[in-house]
């Protein structure tokens, strides 16, 4: 009777993380979606962090509704060109992880050590670029399209839109 009881429970125990969700990315953008929004020089234009969920023993998502860190898209107002443009910057990081519960969940975890490479400015992950807003007024990046609505000397206005939507 204890042997079924025991079969019984392990079924049902297996047949719950069997059937636990898909595993999903997620995209959080900071700053607020259709609202004017403004920044000066060297100020963050928009910052999107993308996240997954962490993946269980049978490659389903986290119960617990764990996430991994998948990176992140971040675009800077630097100022202007000497014609006038925008000078922008983009930093668009993907980072990938094998951690799953197994990992983190661990009742003795073990020890993990990460090493940070500091990198000068001409080593960072950044592209620079120049917008002519007299010609194109809105710019997509990472599925966030930025429409500028006013220009100023020393800051700009802005609304964000998220094209995945």
């Given at each position: 009777m204890i042997k079924v009881k025991l079969l019984?429970?392990?079924?049902?125990l297996i047949a719950i993380l069997i059937s636990c969700a898909t595993i999903q990315s997620y995209r959080n953008l900071e700053q607020p979606i259709?609202?004017?929004?403004?920044?000066?020089i060297g100020g963050t234009i928009f910052r999107l962090n993308r996240?997954?969920?962490?993946?269980?023993?049978?490659?389903?998502?986290?119960l617990y509704g764990g996430?991994?860190?998948k990176g992140y898209a971040e675009l800077k107002f630097l100022g202007f060109s000497d014609k006038g443009e925008l000078l922008l910057s983009i930093q668009d990081i993907n980072k990938s992880s094998t951690e799953t519960t197994?990992?983190?969940?661990?009742a003795n975890p073990i020890k993990v050590e990460t090493n940070v490479d500091v990198l000068t400015?001409?080593?960072?992950?950044e592209t620079k670029f120049t917008l002519?807003?007299?010609k194109q007024g809105e710019i997509i990046i990472a599925g966030i399209k930025v429409i500028f609505t006013k220009i100023q000397p020393y800051s700009i206005s802005y609304i964000l839109e998220d094209t995945y939507k």
């Open positions: 019984i429970s392990l079924a049902i259709s609202k004017t929004l403004s920044t000066s996240s997954a969920d962490l993946p269980n023993a049978f490659g389903k998502a986290d996430k991994v860190d197994m990992d983190r969940y661990k400015s001409e080593g960072k992950n002519d807003t007299e």
